[in-house]
C-alpha cells in the first residue's frame, strides 16, 4: 500500500493551501484515513480524520480552519487548509486504515510527508 502526499509549499499567512494524498496497492478497503503532521521539536498530531461513512473528526488546533475530504473513486484523500497559521509550519502526512483482503482487519499504514511553511 503506498500513500503519495502532494500539495505542500511555503505560503503567507493567512493564505490557503490543499493537500491531497493518493492510495493505490493491495486495497480491498479503507476504513478511515487522515492526516498527521508533525514540527520541529514539538509531539505530532493527528488534525484529522474520516471514517467511510463520512464521519468526521478535527484537532482543536484547527477546527474551523481546516476541512478534510475523500473522494472514493479515486481513493483521494485532500485537506483544504485555510486561514493558515505560522504554527501550521509542519511535515504532512497521510494515514489510511487499509484492508487488504475480505476478512482480514485493517492496518495503519502511513505516507511519505509533505512540507508545509507558513511565514511573512
Known amino acids: 500500500v503506498q500513500l503519495q502526499a502532494s500539495g505542500g509549499g511555503s505560503v503567507q499567512p493567512g493564505g490557503s493551501l490543499r493537500l491531497s494524498c493518493v492510495a493505490s496497492?493491495?486495497?480491498?478497503?479503507?476504513?478511515?484515513m487522515g492526516w498527521y503532521r508533525q514540527a520541529p521539536g514539538k509531539q505530532g498530531e493527528l488534525i484529522a480524520r474520516?471514517?467511510?461513512?463520512?464521519?468526521?473528526n478535527y484537532a482543536d488546533s484547527v477546527k474551523g480552519r481546516f476541512t478534510i475530504s475523500r473522494d472514493y473513486a479515486r481513493m483521494t484523500l485532500y485537506l483544504d487548509m485555510n486561514d493558515l497559521k505560522p504554527e501550521d509550519t509542519a511535515v504532512y502526512y497521510c494515514?489510511?486504515?487499509?484492508?487488504?483482503?475480505?476478512?482480514?482487519?485493517?492496518?495503519?499504514?502511513r505516507g511519505q510527508g509533505t512540507q508545509v511553511t507558513v511565514s511573512s
Open positions: 494515514d489510511a486504515d487499509v484492508q487488504t483482503g475480505y476478512g482480514e482487519p485493517p492496518y495503519e499504514f
Open positions: 474520516i471514517r467511510s461513512g463520512g464521519d468526521t
Open positions: 496497492g493491495n486495497i480491498f478497503d479503507i476504513k478511515a
